[in-house]
């Protein structure tokens, strides 16, 4: 019976692997009892000590796998795509450098990235940052940014939305309403912002209001306190903010899905099954549960929670049936990418789409 129960509220998840190549018994059983509408991939679930055809191989394998486990005709296979050191994949695909770097050529880097994650089974890239970088004491956004004015950011951002979903991978503004003013890394810690609403308009929300009106159709939530707006609650649980500001003010119909809740920002919060339910009742639409900072096997208490105060009547079920159509229409939406090779062609020409990266890549950001 539980198996039943947390089924039915499994399009709210979308789930991380444990950071291995194959999907192994844990996250197996997870995709089964849950039934996500997606899964996220990182650096540790791709071969990178093997040569290009072999290593697809064996990632075709693993989204078969995930496929079969989930049982979804329609699912996100996604992945954090930005440029720079946020670069989950090995060679031959093309690793850009930050944002900042290849802001004027936005939409050829779009246009290439879309492709290859194509080529991988993907269908959702969580990019691009819509961030301002106005800090440089920040020391999580910086050069992920595409600049350090709203203007900047929505130059760059709308084609690159444009361009990636041309390639049938769709894209997810981040981080809502804003990170690139913060002094906190929200993967250790919970930040605060002083900034009220009026100056979030004025600068901030500027990057989103574009996206949104230019139809954007997923935005993540950021792990940040504003307390002169909601004094007690981070913008993912914040009904303030995601109803009244993002859905309510900004118009945004899309689907809202929150940044990772196992980050340190959200350690305390989301100790607690019942947060689940929180972050539905804000207006939040989906909780990403990933396995770097926490066991991933907690979204089947975050689930049951759910499901509890479903039958408890605890939570508005109207609520519920605006959230699942959300989601379910992006799933209508979304294309079932199949795994294939890119001919080396390729790669040459999108090597001279924007600046490339040559440091090392790193496992979460």
Not at 23 to 46: C, E, M, Q, V, Y
Not at 64 to 78: L, N, P, Q, V
Not at 82 to 106: D, H, K, L, M
Not at 174 to 201: M, V
Request: proline share 6%.
């Amino acid at each position: 019976m539980l198996r039943e129960n947390i089924t039915s509220v499994g399009h709210h998840f979308l789930i991380g692997l444990r950071p291995l190549p194959v999907l192994d018994d844990h996250d197996r059983a997870l995709l089964t009892d849950l039934r996500p509408a997606g899964a996220i991939l990182f650096k540790s679930n791709f071969r990178h000590d093997l040569p290009y055809e072999a290593w697809l191989e064996s990632h075709a394998r693993l989204i078969a796998a995930i496929r079969e486990a989930t049982g979804r005709a329609r699912m996100f296979i996604a992945i954090d795509h930005e440029g720079g050191r946020v670069c989950r994949t090995p060679p031959p695909i093309t690793r850009f450098s930050y944002a900042a770097r290849w802001a004027q050529q936005s939409a050829k880097v779009g246009r290439a990235m879309g492709r290859e994650l194509a080529s991988l089974g993907i269908n959702l890239s969580f990019a691009p940052v819509l961030d301002i970088h106005t800090n440089p004491k920040n020391p999580v956004i910086g050069t992920r940014a595409f600049g350090q004015t709203p203007e900047a950011v929505i130059a760059a951002a709308l084609p690159f939305i444009e361009a990636m979903q041309s390639e049938k991978v769709l894209a997810c503004g981040k981080h809502f309403p804003g990170h690139g003013d913060t002094s906190i890394d929200s993967h250790l810690g919970l930040p605060s912002q002083p900034l009220g609403l009026e100056a979030l308009r004025a600068r901030e929300l500027k990057p989103f209001v574009a996206a949104i009106k230019a139809g954007l159709s997923m935005i993540m939530t950021s792990h940040i306190l504003y307390p002169s707006i909601d004094s007690e609650t981070p913008v993912t649980l914040s009904r303030r903010f995601l109803t009244g500001i993002l859905r309510e003010e900004l118009g945004f119909v899309g689907v809202a899905i929150s940044d990772d809740i196992g980050m340190g920002a959200m350690k305390d919060v989301f100790d607690r099954p019942e947060s689940a339910v929180r972050l539905l009742e804000s207006g939040c639409d989906m909780v990403m549960v990933c396995a770097h900072f926490t066991d991933s096997g907690r979204a089947r208490g975050f689930a049951q929670a759910i499901v509890t105060a479903i039958n408890e009547g605890r939570l508005d079920p109207e609520l519920l049936t605006r959230s699942r159509a959300r989601i379910e229409a992006l799933l209508a939406r979304v294309e079932t990418n199949e795994v294939h090779m890119l001919p080396e062609s390729t790669f040459r020409a999108h090597a001279s789409a924007g600046p490339l990266f040559e440091a090392a890549t790193v496992e979460i950001v």
